[in-house]
T-cell receptor, first 115, second 114 residues
Framework: AQSVTQLGSHVSVSEGALVLLRCNYS??????LFWYVQYPNQGLQLLLK??????LVKGINGFEAEFKKSETSFHLTKPSAHMSDAAEYFC?????????????FGQGTELSVKP | DTGVSQNPRHKITKRGQNVTFRCDPI?????LYWYRQTLGQGPEFLTY????????KSRLLSDRFSAERPKGSFSTLEIQRTEQGDSAMYLC????????????FGPGTRLTVT
Protein backbone atom coordinates (compact mmCIF):
# COMPACT_ATOMS: atom_id res chain seq x y z
CA ALA A 1 0.00 0.00 0.00
CA GLN A 2 1.14 3.50 -0.74
CA SER A 3 1.71 6.09 1.97
CA VAL A 4 3.10 9.60 2.30
CA THR A 5 4.93 11.14 5.23
CA GLN A 6 5.48 14.86 5.56
CA LEU A 7 8.11 15.70 8.14
CA GLY A 8 7.05 18.64 10.26
CA SER A 9 3.44 19.67 10.65
CA HIS A 10 4.51 23.29 10.93
CA VAL A 11 7.42 25.16 9.36
CA SER A 12 8.20 28.82 10.02
CA VAL A 13 10.60 30.88 7.91
CA SER A 14 11.44 34.56 7.57
CA GLU A 15 10.49 36.44 4.44
CA GLY A 16 13.28 36.00 1.88
CA ALA A 17 14.57 32.78 3.45
CA LEU A 18 14.72 29.35 1.85
CA VAL A 19 11.60 27.22 2.09
CA LEU A 20 12.09 23.46 2.44
CA LEU A 21 9.11 21.17 2.99
CA ARG A 22 9.88 17.48 3.26
CA CYS A 23 7.97 14.57 1.76
CA ASN A 24 8.79 10.87 1.74
CA TYR A 25 6.68 8.20 0.15
CA SER A 26 6.32 4.47 0.42
CA UNK A 27 5.43 2.51 -2.70
CA UNK A 28 6.54 -0.72 -4.33
CA UNK A 29 6.75 1.09 -7.68
CA UNK A 30 7.68 4.77 -8.04
CA UNK A 31 4.35 6.58 -8.14
CA UNK A 32 3.25 9.84 -9.63
CA LEU A 33 4.06 12.62 -7.13
CA PHE A 34 2.29 15.89 -6.50
CA TRP A 35 2.46 18.96 -4.30
CA TYR A 36 -0.74 20.89 -3.60
CA VAL A 37 -1.28 24.14 -1.71
CA GLN A 38 -4.40 25.01 0.26
CA TYR A 39 -5.33 28.47 1.48
CA PRO A 40 -7.83 28.81 4.35
CA ASN A 41 -11.34 27.64 3.49
CA GLN A 42 -10.39 26.88 -0.09
CA GLY A 43 -9.81 23.81 -2.19
CA LEU A 44 -6.43 22.52 -3.25
CA GLN A 45 -4.33 24.01 -6.02
CA LEU A 46 -1.67 22.01 -7.84
CA LEU A 47 1.84 23.45 -7.43
CA LEU A 48 3.77 20.85 -9.41
CA LYS A 49 3.93 17.19 -10.33
CA UNK A 50 6.39 14.47 -11.27
CA UNK A 51 5.34 11.74 -13.64
CA UNK A 52 8.36 10.86 -15.75
CA UNK A 53 11.51 12.36 -17.20
CA UNK A 54 13.54 15.08 -15.50
CA UNK A 55 13.63 14.58 -11.77
CA LEU A 56 13.81 18.30 -10.95
CA VAL A 57 10.34 19.70 -11.48
CA LYS A 58 9.46 23.38 -11.57
CA GLY A 59 6.04 24.58 -10.58
CA ILE A 60 4.06 27.74 -10.07
CA ASN A 61 4.99 30.63 -7.78
CA GLY A 62 8.70 29.80 -7.88
CA PHE A 63 8.43 26.39 -6.24
CA GLU A 64 10.35 23.33 -7.35
CA ALA A 65 10.77 19.75 -6.17
CA GLU A 66 13.23 16.97 -6.86
CA PHE A 67 12.31 13.31 -7.14
CA LYS A 68 14.99 11.13 -5.53
CA LYS A 69 14.18 7.47 -6.07
CA SER A 70 17.01 6.21 -3.86
CA GLU A 71 15.69 8.28 -0.95
CA THR A 72 11.98 7.85 -1.83
CA SER A 73 11.67 11.61 -1.39
CA PHE A 74 10.03 14.52 -3.16
CA HIS A 75 10.95 17.61 -1.14
CA LEU A 76 9.51 21.01 -2.05
CA THR A 77 11.74 24.09 -2.11
CA LYS A 78 11.58 27.78 -2.88
CA PRO A 79 14.70 29.96 -2.75
CA SER A 80 13.04 33.02 -1.22
CA ALA A 81 9.84 32.96 0.81
CA HIS A 82 7.13 35.57 0.32
CA MET A 83 4.39 36.47 2.75
CA SER A 84 1.83 35.18 0.27
CA ASP A 85 3.36 31.68 0.53
CA ALA A 86 1.82 31.20 3.97
CA ALA A 87 -0.57 28.28 3.54
CA GLU A 88 -0.97 24.53 4.06
CA TYR A 89 1.04 22.31 1.73
CA PHE A 90 0.22 18.71 0.89
CA CYS A 91 2.34 16.07 -0.76
CA UNK A 92 0.40 13.34 -2.57
CA UNK A 93 1.00 10.20 -4.60
CA UNK A 94 -1.03 8.18 -7.05
CA UNK A 95 -0.35 4.83 -8.62
CA UNK A 96 0.84 4.58 -12.21
CA UNK A 97 -1.32 3.01 -14.86
CA UNK A 98 -5.05 2.52 -15.14
CA UNK A 99 -5.47 1.69 -11.48
CA UNK A 100 -4.11 5.10 -10.64
CA UNK A 101 -6.11 8.22 -10.17
CA UNK A 102 -6.94 8.38 -6.48
CA UNK A 103 -4.55 10.52 -4.50
CA UNK A 104 -3.01 9.49 -1.20
CA PHE A 105 -2.11 12.60 0.77
CA GLY A 106 0.31 13.33 3.55
CA GLN A 107 -0.93 15.01 6.69
CA GLY A 108 0.17 18.43 5.51
CA THR A 109 2.70 21.07 6.52
CA GLU A 110 1.58 24.52 7.55
CA LEU A 111 4.02 27.16 6.35
CA SER A 112 4.25 30.44 8.24
CA VAL A 113 6.26 33.37 6.86
CA LYS A 114 7.50 36.01 9.29
CA PRO A 115 8.14 39.57 8.09
CA ASP B 1 -14.28 27.02 -18.12
CA THR B 2 -15.31 27.89 -14.58
CA GLY B 3 -13.54 25.03 -12.81
CA VAL B 4 -15.01 22.57 -10.35
CA SER B 5 -17.95 23.90 -8.36
CA GLN B 6 -19.51 22.54 -5.20
CA ASN B 7 -22.78 23.34 -3.50
CA PRO B 8 -23.54 24.22 -0.83
CA ARG B 9 -20.30 25.71 0.48
CA HIS B 10 -21.42 25.31 4.07
CA LYS B 11 -23.99 23.03 5.66
CA ILE B 12 -25.01 22.86 9.29
CA THR B 13 -27.26 19.99 10.24
CA LYS B 14 -28.46 18.22 13.31
CA ARG B 15 -27.33 14.72 14.14
CA GLY B 16 -29.53 12.13 12.49
CA GLN B 17 -30.51 14.26 9.51
CA ASN B 18 -29.67 13.43 5.91
CA VAL B 19 -27.58 15.77 3.78
CA THR B 20 -26.72 15.87 0.09
CA PHE B 21 -23.86 17.69 -1.60
CA ARG B 22 -23.43 18.42 -5.27
CA CYS B 23 -20.30 18.62 -7.39
CA ASP B 24 -20.11 19.95 -10.95
CA PRO B 25 -16.82 18.95 -12.58
CA ILE B 26 -14.94 20.67 -15.37
CA UNK B 27 -17.13 19.92 -18.37
CA UNK B 28 -14.83 17.70 -20.43
CA UNK B 29 -13.47 15.72 -17.44
CA UNK B 30 -14.66 12.12 -17.29
CA UNK B 31 -13.28 11.29 -13.86
CA LEU B 32 -14.74 12.65 -10.64
CA TYR B 33 -13.42 12.10 -7.12
CA TRP B 34 -14.70 12.69 -3.62
CA TYR B 35 -12.39 13.27 -0.65
CA ARG B 36 -12.99 14.09 3.00
CA GLN B 37 -10.72 16.38 5.00
CA THR B 38 -10.89 16.78 8.75
CA LEU B 39 -9.24 19.61 10.63
CA GLY B 40 -5.46 19.44 10.53
CA GLN B 41 -5.35 16.42 8.24
CA GLY B 42 -4.77 15.75 4.59
CA PRO B 43 -7.69 14.82 2.36
CA GLU B 44 -8.75 11.16 2.45
CA PHE B 45 -10.07 9.41 -0.63
CA LEU B 46 -13.71 8.36 -0.52
CA THR B 47 -14.73 7.27 -4.02
CA TYR B 48 -14.34 8.02 -7.71
CA UNK B 49 -16.26 7.72 -10.94
CA UNK B 50 -15.26 7.32 -14.52
CA UNK B 51 -18.17 8.67 -16.50
CA UNK B 52 -21.22 7.25 -14.68
CA UNK B 53 -19.46 4.15 -13.32
CA UNK B 54 -18.33 4.15 -9.70
CA UNK B 55 -14.96 2.41 -9.95
CA UNK B 56 -13.69 2.45 -6.38
CA LYS B 57 -14.99 3.07 -2.87
CA SER B 58 -12.87 3.52 0.21
CA ARG B 59 -13.53 1.52 3.34
CA LEU B 60 -14.07 4.94 4.92
CA LEU B 61 -17.32 5.12 2.98
CA SER B 62 -19.75 3.48 5.36
CA ASP B 63 -23.22 2.27 4.41
CA ARG B 64 -24.57 5.68 5.38
CA PHE B 65 -22.69 7.28 2.49
CA SER B 66 -23.76 7.01 -1.12
CA ALA B 67 -22.52 8.74 -4.21
CA GLU B 68 -23.97 8.93 -7.69
CA ARG B 69 -23.02 10.41 -11.00
CA PRO B 70 -26.00 10.03 -13.31
CA LYS B 71 -25.23 10.57 -16.98
CA GLY B 72 -21.57 11.08 -16.17
CA SER B 73 -21.88 14.78 -15.46
CA PHE B 74 -22.48 16.20 -11.97
CA SER B 75 -22.23 14.03 -8.88
CA THR B 76 -24.03 13.93 -5.55
CA LEU B 77 -22.77 12.66 -2.22
CA GLU B 78 -25.44 11.80 0.33
CA ILE B 79 -24.88 11.12 4.00
CA GLN B 80 -27.76 9.49 5.84
CA ARG B 81 -28.31 9.70 9.60
CA THR B 82 -25.44 12.10 10.08
CA GLU B 83 -23.15 11.74 13.09
CA GLN B 84 -20.88 14.31 14.71
CA GLY B 85 -17.89 12.43 13.33
CA ASP B 86 -19.09 13.28 9.83
CA SER B 87 -18.19 16.93 10.40
CA ALA B 88 -15.50 17.68 7.83
CA MET B 89 -14.72 19.40 4.56
CA TYR B 90 -15.92 17.35 1.59
CA LEU B 91 -13.82 17.98 -1.49
CA CYS B 92 -14.62 17.12 -5.06
CA UNK B 93 -12.06 16.90 -7.85
CA UNK B 94 -12.19 16.07 -11.53
CA UNK B 95 -9.70 14.95 -14.15
CA UNK B 96 -9.27 13.54 -17.59
CA UNK B 97 -7.98 10.01 -17.96
CA UNK B 98 -4.42 10.18 -19.05
CA UNK B 99 -0.86 9.65 -18.11
CA UNK B 100 -0.94 11.35 -14.76
CA UNK B 101 -4.60 11.94 -13.91
CA UNK B 102 -4.00 15.54 -12.80
CA UNK B 103 -6.88 16.46 -10.53
CA UNK B 104 -8.54 19.85 -10.20
CA PHE B 105 -10.26 20.54 -6.91
CA GLY B 106 -13.39 22.43 -6.05
CA PRO B 107 -13.67 24.77 -3.05
CA GLY B 108 -15.27 22.11 -0.88
CA THR B 109 -18.42 21.81 1.23
CA ARG B 110 -17.91 22.26 4.95
CA LEU B 111 -20.31 20.10 6.95
CA THR B 112 -20.97 20.75 10.62
CA VAL B 113 -23.10 18.23 12.49
CA THR B 114 -24.47 19.54 15.79
Amino acid sequence: AQSVTQLGSHVSVSEGALVLLRCNYSSSVPPYLFWYVQYPNQGLQLLLKYTTGATLVKGINGFEAEFKKSETSFHLTKPSAHMSDAAEYFCAVSARGNQGGKLIFGQGTELSVKP
Amino acid sequence: DTGVSQNPRHKITKRGQNVTFRCDPISEHNRLYWYRQTLGQGPEFLTYFQNEAQLEKSRLLSDRFSAERPKGSFSTLEIQRTEQGDSAMYLCASSLTGIDYEQYFGPGTRLTVT
